[in-house]
């Protein structure tokens, strides 16, 4: 197998600003594995603001550690390489994604199945939510009439911008703009504290609010357990959980109702699969979601979705952001719903030069 990398930088028609960042780009590393004949691909996102991992060191990893891993490995040896990839190095979760979709998606073209086929899934169609970026109360109210125009029924607001009495306001006038029918969800990326997260939450309640996800720090499991026992909207951990080492963690303390599972955060497929698994045998609730990704990493993780149901509407925006696809081919979008490609594999066919 010959493992190449690419570095990429796609345009966003919209700033993605959360509490953590802004964005204008995505910035990504792909990973293309070839037998000769036929090419995987895999994606592994810059986010430094979450997992804290940049395009050199992951093109590092990959070059390094994991390609040494792999060598002499065949393509038909699937289960092998992936024990490899993740053995390869300590944390690295993007480069080892990157490389898990890669094998994953080698393996299906080589075959001559769909991803999600390959996963057992007959399912082509993911239906997905969809990001308003954090802003006054205007312009999010604004925002979010016209993602309804475009077809989305379920809208994650971010929050935690420090101030939770203004969040409150904020997403106050989103629903008010709205009307009653649309899913709310909020996102406060780690940007309240335990006390101010009871408070907005509890304010809003009477606003339909569908869950709130990492409303506290990270590490904080005892003070997401205590918004948890103290408001009635389910609480979704994201950057508190990267592997199951975490997730065990989490359902220890009681620290949240549900999980949101990302490939770049758990590294691949394969492990993403047993977080998920671990979540249903616990009775945590899921929801896979994405980095600021393209076509490559959410078409994965769509995929995954297709075998693997999780327990509400998932977050899978993120390629819907770019105002142009580094790639050729791959999923698309149809308002809420990501349709998966019919083609072998991701149904990527190369890069856009």
Request: proline share 4%; net charge negative; aromatic share 4%.
């Given at each position: ?80 390489a992936l024990r490899r990839v993740q053995n390869a ?182 492990p993403a699969r047993t977080l ?78």
């Amino acid at each position: 197998m010959k493992l190449t990398t690419h570095l990429v930088s796609a345009p966003l028609h919209t700033p993605f600003v959360t509490a953590l960042r802004t964005a204008t780009h995505a910035d990504s590393l792909l990973v293309e594995i070839s037998d000769g004949s036929v090419s995987g691909w895999g994606e592994a996102p810059q986010v430094w603001k979450v997992t804290g991992e940049s395009l050199a060191g992951g093109q590092a990893c990959v070059e390094g550690p994991i390609a040494a891993a792999l060598d002499g490995l065949g393509p038909d040896d699937l289960t092998e390489a992936l024990r490899r990839v993740q053995n390869a190095a300590v944390g690295n979760f993007g480069a080892k994604c990157a490389v898990d979709v890669a094998l994953h998606d080698l393996a299906a073209r080589r075959r001559g199945q769909t991803l999600h086929g390959f996963l057992g899934s007959t399912v082509d169609t993911v239906a997905t939510d969809v990001t308003l970026s954090a802003g006054d109360a205007d312009a999010l109210a604004a925002a979010a009439r016209d993602r309804l125009a475009d077809g989305f029924d379920v809208l994650k607001v971010k929050v935690g911008t420090g101030d939770a009495a203004a969040d409150v306001a904020r997403v106050r006038r989103i629903r008010e703009a709205i009307g009653p029918g649309p899913r709310l969800r909020l996102d406060a990326n780690q940007g309240w504290t335990r006390r101010g997260a009871v408070t907005a939450i509890r304010a809003l309640e009477d606003c339909d609010i569908e869950l709130v996800e990492q409303p506290v720090a990270a590490a904080d499991l005892e003070g997401m357990a205590w918004v948890t026992d103290r408001v009635d909207t389910p609480i979704l951990a994201d950057e508190s959980v990267y592997g199951v080492r975490d997730l065990v963690n989490v359902i220890r303390h009681g620290a949240a109702d549900m999980v949101n599972v990302k490939l770049a955060k758990c590294g691949g497929l394969a492990p993403a699969r047993t977080l998920l698994e671990l979540a249903r045998e616990h009775g945590i609730q899921s929801v896979v979601g994405s980095m600021l990704e393209g076509p490559v990493g959410v078409g994965a993780a769509a995929a995954l979705v297709s075998a693997y149901p999780t327990s509400a509407v998932n977050d899978l925006d993120a390629a819907w952001w770019l105002a142009e696809a580094p790639v050729a081919g791959g999923i698309r979008y149809d308002g809420s719903l990501i349709r998966l490609p019919s083609a072998p594999g991701l149904g990527v066919t190369g890069l856009i030069a």
